[in-house]
């Protein structure tokens, strides 16, 4: 089976730096993703890891260690309208080949405060 | 490009009644997810297509729910009859291509359920 651990909620303050962390166990790894969902709306696709290291992309940055079954999203110049659940999913292989699945974890619910 | 669009957005229904939901995935997706979203949590996965068929659905309680997706293309996701832990937002996906190289899912706005 997988498990992915991500705190349930944070607070941060407009302006500043926010990191969120996800651990996680699988077999298969195939890749990990962050996805966004404001409140009452659908996720929609933040970034993809599926090689060590560091991904960038403007304020939004993310982090994946395989050999640790880590990442963490980084969120750089915080905006009020970045408060919203922050989604890790990590894909692994099915044990019958027939295609990879894509597992949620509980979601961090970010609010950013003036 | 149309996103996945789902109906209903909202359905009220009282308990042991039959519900239906539709979701029409992108153009050209062949991969077609249904999800259910409770309040505060991340999407469980129900059941996955490839085209029109049924590769993982595990985690379908098929004592009630079924889903089909004929001509692999739209899908609709049906309920049973409904019972009061069925409240939730049930979530389409859609991703082009499976295997190896699979790349993000695109997901619909949902159609929130509440049972009486």
Known sequence: ????????????????????????????????????????????FLSYNVLDGLEEKGRFSSFLSRSKGYSYLLLKELQ??????????????????????????????????? | EA????????????????????????????????????????????????????VDDSQLPKDRFSAERLKGVDSTLKIQPAELGDSAVYLCASSPVSGPNTGELFFGEGSRLTVL
């Not at chain 1, 962390?21 to 195939?30: A, K, L, V």
């Not at chain 1, 699945?101 to 405060?113: E, Q, Y």
């Not at chain 2, 539709?22 to 949590?41: A, D, E, F, K, V």
């Open chain 1, 80 to 114: 009020m309208k970045d408060s919203a659940s922050y989604l890790c999913a990590v894909r692994s292989t099915m044990n019958n080949n027939a295609g990879n699945m894509l597992t949620f974890g509980g979601g961090t619910r970010l609010m950013v405060k003036p």
């Open chain 2, 3 to 54: 996103g996945v669009v789902q109906s209903p957005r909202y359905k009220i229904i009282e308990k042991k009644q039959p519900v239906a939901f539709w979701c029409n995935p992108i153009s050209g997706h062949n991969t077609l997810y249904w999800y259910r979203q409770n309040l505060g949590q991340g999407p469980e996965l129900l059941i996955r297509y490839e085209n029109e068929e049924a």
């Open chain 1, 1 to 44: 089976g997988q498990n992915i651990d991500q705190p349930t909620e944070m607070t941060a303050t407009e302006g500043a730096i926010v990191q969120i962390n996800c651990t996680y166990q699988t077999s298969g790894f195939n890749g990990l993703f962050w996805y966004q969902q404001h409140a009452g709306e659908a996720p929609t």
